[in-house]
């Protein structure tokens, strides 16, 4: 599976970004997809993450509210619409698969990353 992540970009305190991440493969339907981001000199974190069929989907209190997964299995795609955007939320955004089909918070649990989309937001 090859995840190709886009939608970053510079936004202003309070503003929206949608990020999507296309994958390849024929088996995304059946996997769990993930968002995490690692801001400079800071550790990956968990952002949130939704499970093969969308209908279970987990939030890291930081985002909570604010952010919302979904996924498009017809289109092989999982979206990451981001409102009310604070300047904390800047960090490189990457999504990641995994092959266990239920949602994890862990990056140990993630077979396959996408390269990463950097979001910016300014005060």
């Known amino acids: 599976v090859q995840l190709q992540a886009s939608g970053g970009g510079l936004v202003q305190a309070g503003g929206s970004l949608r990020l999507s991440c296309a994958a390849s493969?024929?088996?995304?339907?059946?996997?769990?997809m993930g968002w995490f981001r690692q801001a400079p000199g800071k550790e990956r974190e968990f952002v949130t993450a939704?499970?093969?069929?969308?209908?279970?989907?987990y939030y890291a209190d930081s985002v909570k509210g604010r952010f919302t997964i979904s996924r498009d299995n017809a289109k092989n795609t999982v979206y990451l619409q981001m409102n009310t955007l604070k300047p904390e939320d800047t960090a490189v955004y990457y999504c990641a698969a995994s092959r266990i089909p239920a949602p994890g918070i862990r990056t140990t649990l993630y077979d396959y990353w996408g390269q990463g989309t950097l979001v910016t937001v300014s005060s």
């Open positions: 939704t499970a093969w069929n969308g209908r279970t989907t």
């Open positions: 493969g024929r088996t995304f339907s059946s996997y769990a």
